[in-house]
């Protein structure tokens, strides 16, 4: 299979019909999003879409994208390099009540009144939300990371009394 350039949207109802397979890249600069929400996009996007039919009938494309990015560590403030590799499977809906008769597995997707789901925009929301939410090398790989982040000794805890006996003694009288 060759790499293409990943159309911007696909008709997901034909391209499952067609058993279609895509493996394409996607320019970063096409990215706003995880352009602002990184330091820099270190290549460009690798992805790859799979678009099927399921035993009941259900149009649904599965899906792969990989990029490196670079963070800023939040333990030493030097950049680092962090690899996002998102998964996904969408069952493309028209409206709430064909949402609702989804089966659990497949995440629902609006397509447009073309018939069409934004590929881009899959991309983009699915690299976003593999990203960290707090950002940080792994402790071997930073500079802070040999320090101790607690301070202080933890006390054993000790035993409460339970708050009920009082009511258990009332029991028993």
Known sequence: MQKVKLPISVDSVRAANNRLEIL???DKSLLSRLIESTNSINSDIDTYFSFD????????FNGKASVAVELTCQRCNEPMIYQCDAEFTYCPVLNKEQE?????????IYYDENGE????QIVEDELLLTLPQIA????????????????GEIEEEQERPNPFDALAKLKLK
């Open 24 to 26: 394409a890249s996607l």
């Open 53 to 60: 039919v399921d035993q009941q009938k259900l149009k649904i």
């Open 100 to 108: 609702n008769n989804l089966p659990d597995v497949y995440e629902p």
């Open 117 to 120: 789901v934004n590929l881009h």
């Open 136 to 151: 940080k090398h792994a402790l071997a790989d930073c500079k802070y990371g040999e320090y101790e982040s607690s301070f």
